[in-house]
C-alpha cells in the first residue's frame, strides 16, 4: 500500500498545508512552514518519481510504464488485501477438484 499511498499522502498534505489549512500558527510562521512542506512534498514526489523510472530503464520497460506503475500497484494491493480478508475468514480454496481452508500462521 504504501507505494500507492505515500505520494498521494505527500501531495495531498502538501496542498493543505498549502493552502494554510494545517498549521495552528501565526500567519508568517504557517506561511513558511507551508513552503518548507511544499518543498518537501515536491521532492519527496520527484524522488519516487525518480526511483520507479530508474527501476524501469533497469528492467528494460517501456517509459509509459511509470504511470501505470501505481494504478498496477493498487491493483496489486487490492488482491492482496482480498487475498489476507479471506484467510482471516476461513474461506476454503478450491483447486483442481479439491477444497481446502487454510489455517492462519
Known sequence: FGVLLMPLAAL???IGLARGSGAPLPAPASTSI???CVAAGVVALLAYALAITLC???????MSAVVAYPVAA??????????AR?????VPV?????????QVR
Open 12 to 14: 495531498v498534505i502538501t
Open 34 to 36: 507551508a513552503w518548507v
Open 56 to 62: 524501469l530503464l533497469r528492467g528494460r520497460s517501456p
Open 74 to 83: 493498487g491493483v496489486v494491493a487490492w488482491l492482496l488485501w482480498g487475498t
Open 86 to 90: 479471506e484467510l482471516v475468514m476461513g
Open 94 to 102: 478450491k483447486w483442481a477438484g479439491r477444497e481446502y481452508v487454510r
